[in-house]
């Protein structure tokens, strides 16, 4: 079964012990992501099948994608986030938004617009004006995942770079480019982050796979941003009703 | 409140459910004063468009009085009778400003979940599964509207709910496909299906200035509303052994200028790759039964329009072959509703067009089932069923 799985998804790139872990992990995930829809279960649970299926088939195509996405004409990585190992995943996502270059930077920065961009994903409030956030991921129950973030380069209508503080299980640097688009197309925005997974080189096998779980939050956050920017609000089923009761499961955008 | 809820294929019960609530600072509530079947809901009921969910309410064709709004809701006020188009639009995105409303960037909570099938997401719609956005629909006694003020249009005094209620969806779609047509003085345009969408395209086309109108399909009563109606010529492909034959011999061998599908996935056919589509789409191999669309490649001239309405998946066997040889023109689209209801409105208001016969069968929503089955079946020579909350 294995071999014939290979044959159709491609030669073996992944180790043996590797795989029973991909398959074990791989399979919790999935189970969880139908058992309790939610953005975060149910991309964990597409990155499961994707675990199952490296597992099976000793094939990952999520590491060979994510070699292509760090290598698109973005700028230099920041000066920052010494304590990240070169090898750590890096994120990327672009969205066009249909307002200048200025205004867009501001509510990136502004306490408030970052509040409600990455409210699917986490709680952030700052600590010192909008240079030092803190940021709690949602949904990361007993062992909460927390960081303190500061900005490091600040430069009005064309980017914004941040860093983690020391002392996060979870070290991370990022930033967000500003650029024209065409005609009236408004602003090309980009974002990209690094993180240094928990657990040293296995934590960073597992981050790889799971690749896509990061690029959804990432593009997640340039969509509630867009939409942000362009409408004031952000689209929602919060509240949304059906025989279900009130609520829905798979809104990824609860939170305001 | 008392809503229609999906509950799993063919598995259509009215429940109770919360009312809605303004959610967003551009929200408003309706209480819903009519509400109507569509054949794409046909597609989810038996099971072909996936992400749905038990306990979803359907329905996306509608219209209501305003009982509430947010605090940045501007324009439309409590106690307007309003008409609202299937898709959500947010109005200042590039695209609601290019008047391809139903590709609005802003309005899909669910986005990551259709990228992946799409490329990009689409606006949201109301109760039409989750990738579509998980809005709950209108078959219900209220609906929370989003962009009250982009997507809400106020009804002009004197129209009935029956004239009225088709500008949500079936109306602008027809009309979007009879505006792809590009039509002419001295064309010919031929309609595959002579359900609402397609009767609508059919009078459309007229008030666009077709010369000719061919209306195909296999029910005798709607192919009588076609004719009687909206003075189409028709074709009843049941009986005829060769509909090419029969619209190359009509249009003296030069065939329609224009074809429209207004039939979709769900198409019925005599022939062979009729056969062929249902066993596939029977055992899950294609979601599609593309026979309708098909045969309008073939019929339409050289150089002419095809506008597909039709809603589809992802259909083998697609002739592109014949469109790149004949050169045709491919228009396609999920209605962008907000573009074209005031040009219906007006339209209705001056008498030029008259949706409401469409609505040959009136229910409560506590009947609406039963009204899925009917328009489902094709029987009692039902259009539509409208509920009424
Ligand atoms: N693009 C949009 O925005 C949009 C909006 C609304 C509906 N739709 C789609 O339009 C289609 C029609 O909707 P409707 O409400 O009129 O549905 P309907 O079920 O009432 O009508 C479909 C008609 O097509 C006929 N038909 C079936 N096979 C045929 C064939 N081979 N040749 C000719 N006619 C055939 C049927 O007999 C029926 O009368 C559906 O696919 C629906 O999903 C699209
Ligand atoms: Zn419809
Ligand atoms: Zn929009």
Redesign the pocket.
Known sequence: MSDLLAEKFGVQNVGSLERVASVALGSFLLWRGIKKPSLWSITAAVAGTGLVLRGATGHCSVCEAMGIDTSDGMPVAAKSGKSISPSAPEIVSAQTIGKSAGELYELWRSPEGLRQIMAHFADVTPLEGPTVTHWKVKGSGPLPVEWDSELTVEQPGQELGWASKPGTMLPNEGSVYFSPAPADRGTEVRVRFRFEPPLGAAGMAISKALGFVPKAIASESLRRFKALAETGEIPTVAGNVSGRGVSDALGVSHAQ | MRALCWNGVNDLRVETVPDPKIVNARDCILRVTMST????D??FIDGYLPTMRQGDVIGHEFMGEVIETGHEVKKIKIGDRVVVP?FVSCGDCWFCQHDLF?CCDNTNPNAQMQTPLLGYPTAGIYGYTHAFGGYAGSHAQYIRVPHADVDCFVVPEGLTDEQVVFLS??AP?GY?GADFCNIHPGDTVAV????????MAQRSAYLMGASRVIA????PE?LAVAHDRIKAETIN?AETPNVLEALREMTGGRGPDACID????????TGMDYVYDRAKQAIRMETDRG??LR?AIMACRKGGNLSI???YGLMDKFPIGVIINKGLTMR????HGQKYVPKLLEHTVRGELDASFLATHRFSLEDSPKGYDM?KH?TDNI??AVFVP
Do not use: P
Not at chain 2, 216 to 219: A, C, E, S, V
């Open positions: 079947t569509c054949g794409s046909l597609h299937s139903s969806d079936a779609t979007m595959w299906g002579c359900g609402g969408v397609g009767l195909i399909d296999r029910f709607r492909y207004a039939v979709g996935m769900e198409a019925h056919g026979t309708a045969q309405l039709g809603v396609t689209a999920q209605q328009f094709k259009l539509r």
